[in-house]
């Protein structure tokens, strides 16, 4: 099989009054991998330039660490490959973004969400906050969906205690 590195090239840094964006200098199809996700620079503490890729894990993703959130994004960021995948169809140009969720358990500094999306969470702090209902609409990485069932196995245990 052969391996091939996907570089960031295809990506760039948008600056508007001060707010970051990640747009795309090509057009990509629905499932295509943009790029590889860095992970040269891991830590166990989240900041504003990570991404949180395993349970207590989180990685400085560079050029990624401009990409925003939304509640309708149309990009996935898969921790277990380490690649950017297009969610759809995705024009030349255009801005890129990611469900925060989709990788966050409990967000550092969270905000609230002005996407417009009809599916809009409104308040961006994790997956932690969310509803299941929520979630399941959603990609949603294998670290969050475990910490996921772990939390909810906790409620069981705690509504038996309080019979």
């Known amino acids: 099989?052969?391996?091939?590195?996907?570089?960031?090239?295809?990506?760039?840094i948008k600056t508007e009054n001060k707010f970051r964006t990640l747009v795309t200098k090509q057009a990509y199809k629905k499932g295509e991998?943009?790029?590889?996700?860095?992970?040269?620079?891991i830590m166990?503490?989240?900041n504003r330039f990570t991404v949180q890729i395993g349970r207590e894990v989180h990685t400085h993703v560079g050029k990624l660490a401009a990409l925003n959130h939304s509640c309708d994004p149309n990009v996935i960021l898969d921790t277990k490959k380490m690649?950017?995948?297009a969610r759809r169809d995705i024009?030349?140009?255009?801005?890129?973004?990611?469900?925060?969720?989709?990788?966050?358990w409990e967000m550092q500094a969270p905000f609230i969400c002005i996407c417009g999306a009809s599916n809009c969470i409104h308040v961006v702090a994790g997956a932690r906050f969310l509803p299941l209902?929520?979630?399941e609409n959603h990609y949603l990485n294998p670290h969050i969906r475990e910490m996921m069932i772990e939390l909810l196995n906790h409620t069981q245990e705690h509504l038996k205690s309080l019979k």
């Open 133 to 135: 209902s929520t979630l």
């Open 83 to 85: 690649v950017m995948i």
């Open 33 to 41: 991998v943009i790029c590889s996700m860095p992970s040269e620079n």
């Open 1 to 12: 099989m052969m391996s091939t590195t996907i570089t960031m090239e295809t990506l760039a």
């Open 91 to 104: 024009e030349k140009g255009e801005e890129l973004s990611f469900f925060y969720p989709s990788t966050e």
């Open 44 to 46: 166990d503490k989240p």
